[in-house]
């Protein structure tokens, strides 16, 4: 399926439509944008909180003295909002990371730099999902940095014991649970924290589903879609039937409930793997890996997470930016370095070509090679679907949803419910900030 978006045009039109779009006041910094090629050497400041970005600064320092970068290292909870303080003050670096939902917020309330001209000659680089990413509303604000695919992790032990099989649909993960609870009801096939409603966003976007959608010249809202909906009858199975752990990942403990098999399955993804290698002693190579359940195997679809390199409001150089951050995510030789284990990034490439950078990233004694985990890591990468979009209040939006996820787990609220009251929270928020949205049919 393909992202329905708005595209960009030349001159007011293309700021008039992303205006409406994005914001009552404007999508970004369109004057930055317009501004033609850069001439002389130059500096930018990059504020980032991943490991071994600065060894791959250091490196492009080196090969590309036109272009200087300042490494900041940003890490803290309260990045986003050092970022908004100092966008407001004038002081903002030219580039930072950020993920895909943070993007999307930051351009909508104008604290981005358009830099669809510039970004266009790296496009074809990377996935459609990934560009996605960087493209809310049309215009692009930054370059994809890395991607966090989803598959299935299972202890193939206890599969075995329990007479099941990797399940290849979200039915079988059902039945699967199902077969188990008979047999040991303290064994749960799945795990759901209290805290995080990512299994929803998940299967939402396996499903087809699309939360946000552009239309013309407004939004279109759907957590109530069928597809939507197919999504939410699942997660309510498996809170209904309690076939389901609780297990918070806030606690420190939390690996305990995988390696002891009191939970036998997960979604994961390729920055999760080293972790899983040091924290399950006991069942380490006991796991393999297989793909992510699917609605519909005709159709197959997983869903990813997006890092991101933003280009901020009032950045003077967003075509060496581009530059940079482009090379930074796509050239071999910054994502041979990035994506070994050594580096400690955890990186994943956004690109369409992962297969170079798959076999190093698979810890070998936690994956004892009984199936082929590079091949299901690099179907991951290839089956995410391209329709999802993240909206203008899309972080906004997680927040809220995550005061009710809690009272899902606890079947206090229904997934149903939950969805409907959050469409209806988007849309008035939506209209509280100018944004024009309707919900979709």
Not at 96 to 110: C, E, I, V, Y
Not at 276 to 292: C, H, I, M, R, V
Not at 411 to 417: D, E, F, G, S
Request: proline letters at 5%; one cysteine or more; glycine letters at 8%.
């Amino acid at each position: 399926m393909s992202t329905i978006r708005t595209r960009a045009v030349a001159g007011a039109a293309a700021a008039l439509s992303l205006s409406l779009v994005l914001s009552a006041c404007g999508g970004g910094d369109d004057t930055d944008s317009a501004a033609g090629t850069t001439q002389g050497k130059v500096k930018l400041e990059f504020w980032s909180w991943t490991e071994g970005i600065s060894d791959q600064v250091a490196v492009w320092n080196k090969a590309h003295p036109e272009t200087q970068v300042t490494f900041v290292n940003a890490a803290g909870d309260t990045v986003y909002q050092k970022l908004r303080a100092a966008i407001t003050s004038g002081n903002a670096p030219c580039l930072s990371k950020m993920d895909g939902m943070n993007l999307a917020n930051f351009a909508a309330d104008g604290l981005l730099t358009d830099i669809s001209k510039q970004a266009a000659p790296y496009k074809s680089r990377y996935t459609v999902p990934a560009w996605n990413s960087v493209s809310p509303g049309g215009a692009t604000y930054g370059i994809p940095t890395g991607s966090s695919p989803l598959f299935t992790a299972y202890r193939a032990d206890l599969f075995a014991k329990y007479g099941i099989r990797a399940p290849t649909t979200w039915d079988d993960v059902i039945a699967a649970g199902r077969a188990v609870q008979k047999k040991d009801k303290n064994v749960k096939i799945f795990n759901m924290a209290g805290e995080d409603p990512s299994t929803l966003v998940d299967l939402s976007w396996q499903a087809g589903a699309q939360w946000y959608g552009i239309d013309g010249d407004h939004w279109k809202i759907g957590f109530t879609s069928p597809e939507a909906l197919k999504a939410a009858d699942v997660v309510q199975q498996l809170v209904d039937d309690n076939l389901a752990s609780n297990a918070s990942y806030a606690d420190p403990g939390v690996f305990k409930t995988w390696d002891l098999g009191r939970t036998i399955m997960m979604t994961t993804s390729t920055w999760q793997l080293p972790i899983y290698d040091t924290n399950f002693p006991k069942s380490k190579g006991e796991w393999q890996l297989a793909d992510a359940p699917v609605f519909d195997p005709a159709e197959p679809r997983t869903s990813s997470n997006f890092d991101v390199t933003a280009v901020l409001k009032g950045c003077k150089y967003p075509d060496r930016a581009a530059q940079f951050a482009a090379w930074l995510s796509s050239s071999k030789e910054s994502l041979t370095a990035l994506t070994d284990p050594a580096s400690k990034s955890g990186l994943f490439p956004a690109v369409k070509d992962v297969s170079p950078y798959v076999d190093k990233i698979i810890p070998t004694e936690m994956f004892n090679g009984k199936s082929d985990s590079a091949k299901v890591i690099t179907t991951a990468a290839s089956r995410v679907g391209e329709q999802w979009q993240y909206g203008p209040d899309y972080a906004a939006m997680y927040s809220e949803m995550q005061k009710q996820w809690g009272k899902v787990m606890k079947k206090q609220l229904t997934v149903k419910a939950m969805l409907t009251g959050l469409q209806d929270w988007v849309l008035a928020d939506l209209k509280n900030k100018g944004v024009k949205a309707v919900a979709a049919g």
